[in-house]
């Protein structure tokens, strides 16, 4: 073991960085094919969220679009999206920036304050519409909802704004 205190010369510090150099410039110039996850991503399904929008607000390049209510239900999970959210919608190169805040309502009377965030993006191939949505709840019974990762997916329900949206395990 080399002591802490040994001086190392210039010529032997700049050849072991050159070494370091050329080690990491081998590992990083791997093609993505070769690299593997450690483990597959599994999820499970949370709920479905219906908004109901009002007309939006143009603001700019930011659109508010205020929510006026709606339902979501899922295992163990339903009630009612109460009135007086919104979404501000922000373009940004070529996509729609998302920022919702909403409050929910159990149907045995709990609150959850309801955030996401998300992307729109509109191309040849179709549309991508993906949320990530974070749980703060002072109920016990929903306490998990504040301890978890989701994602969510738009989906098509005449005249609402809909999302089907998994946890993460």
């Given at each position: 073991?080399?002591?802490?205190?040994?001086?190392?010369s210039?010529?032997?510090?700049v050849?072991?960085?050159?070494?370091?150099?050329a080690?990491?410039?081998?590992?990083?110039?791997?093609?993505?094919?070769?690299?593997?996850?450690?483990?597959?991503?599994?999820?499970?399904?949370?709920?479905?969220?219906?908004?109901?929008?009002?007309?939006?607000?143009?603001?700019?390049?930011?659109?508010?679009?205020?929510?006026?209510?709606?339902?979501?239900?899922?295992?163990?999970?339903?009630?009612?999206?109460?009135?007086?959210?919104?979404?501000?919608?922000?373009?940004?190169?070529?996509?729609?920036?998302?920022?919702?805040?909403?409050t929910?309502?159990?149907?045995?009377?709990?609150?959850?304050?309801?955030?996401?965030?998300?992307?729109?993006?509109?191309?040849?191939?179709?549309?991508?519409?993906?949320?990530?949505?974070?749980?703060?709840?002072?109920?016990?019974?929903?306490?998990?909802?504040?301890?978890?990762?989701?994602?969510?997916?738009?989906?098509?329900?005449?005249?609402?704004?809909?999302?089907?949206?998994?946890?993460?395990?």
């Amino acid at each position: 073991m080399r002591n802490p205190n040994t001086r190392i010369s210039r010529r032997n510090f700049v050849r072991a960085g050159a070494a370091a150099l050329a080690t990491a410039s081998v590992v990083t110039s791997l093609p993505v094919s070769a690299q593997q996850p450690a483990s597959e991503l599994e999820s499970e399904y949370l709920m479905e969220l219906l908004l109901d929008g009002d007309p939006q607000i143009d603001t700019g390049h930011t659109r508010i679009a205020p929510l006026s209510g709606g339902s979501f239900s899922g295992p163990g999970l339903r009630g009612t999206v109460l009135p007086g959210g919104a979404d501000w919608i922000t373009q940004v190169d070529g996509h729609s920036s998302l920022d919702v805040r909403i409050t929910l309502l159990t149907d045995d009377g709990a609150y959850i304050y309801m955030t996401y965030k998300g992307m729109l993006v509109r191309s040849d191939s179709g549309l991508y519409w993906r949320v990530t949505p974070v749980f703060n709840t002072a109920s016990e019974k929903y306490v998990w909802l504040n301890h978890l990762v989701a994602v969510g997916k738009n989906k098509n329900v005449e005249g609402k704004i809909a999302y089907d949206i998994w946890r993460i395990l």
